[in-house]
């Protein structure tokens, strides 16, 4: 299973932009980068999801380095509400599952 | 729409019980579903995966005849934790799939096991 790693945590000011590393050096050509946030004691919420150019959606953007063994999630603007353990997952396109292997994730904490 | 329903949000129960965790998709077909444990202050660990009508597939290190998994139908799909012991206190988080590139959490079930 590719791994993914990421800071354990970051802090950000109310209504500033965040930014959410994740390397995964081993990443291969079929693998997806997906993220995911969760909220304490609630599943995990999806974020947003992307295989090779960058990605927009309504709650972030997904930055992909050209190499694709980095990826950036970017919150435009943080509110209290993103106070969360974002998760940074890759997902094996290849095959017939979908499985996914979380690892440790960044817990955000947002400053008022 | 997307929206996954687990049933009991908790329960405690004595060691040696058995305890049943019900994953419902509420509002679309999900082809697979998947189970996952939390422990306190750590990320979700995937213990199988299961489509319906067939049987589950089981993770490295899980029991299987411990954690009996029924996916019955494409809206259901069920954890069964046999004999149940302390060291079984978890967070159960299921999904629910309908195409290969998105994952649909439930709330959870916080499981006690006194």
């Known amino acids: 299973d590719a791994k993914t790693t990421q800071p354990n945590s970051m802090e950000s000011n109310e209504e500033e932009p965040v930014h959410l590393p994740c390397n995964h050096s081993t990443i291969s050509g079929t693998d997806y980068i997906h993220w995911y946030r969760q909220l304490p004691s609630q599943g995990p919420e999806y974020v947003i999801h992307g295989l090779t150019s960058n990605v927009n959606n309504r709650m972030a953007s997904l930055a992909i380095a050209e190499d694709r063994k980095s990826s950036t999630l970017i919150l435009h603007r943080a509110t209290l509400r993103d106070a969360a353990v974002y998760y940074c997952i890759l997902r094996d396109g290849s095959g017939n599952f979908n499985k996914f292997y979380f690892g440790s994730g960044t817990k955000l904490n947002v400053k008022p | 729409g997307a929206v996954v329903s687990q049933h009991p949000s908790w329960v405690i129960c004595k060691s040696g019980t058995s305890v049943k965790i019900e994953c419902r998709s509420l509002?679309?077909?999900?082809?697979?579903m998947f189970w996952y444990r939390q422990f306190p202050k750590q990320s979700l660990m995937l213990m199988a995966t299961?489509?319906?009508?067939?049987?589950?597939?089981?993770e490295q290190g899980v029991e299987k005849d411990k954690f009996l998994i029924n996916h019955a139908s494409l809206t259901l799909s069920t954890l069964t934790v046999t004999s149940a012991h302390p060291e079984d206190s978890s967070f159960y988080i299921c999904?629910?799939?309908?195409?290969?590139?998105?994952?649909?959490f439930g709330p959870g079930t916080r499981l006690t096991v006194l």
């Open positions: 999904s629910a799939s309908s195409l290969p590139d998105t994952q649909y």
């Open positions: 509002d679309f077909q999900a082809t697979t």
């Open positions: 299961s489509n319906e009508g067939s049987k589950a597939t089981y």
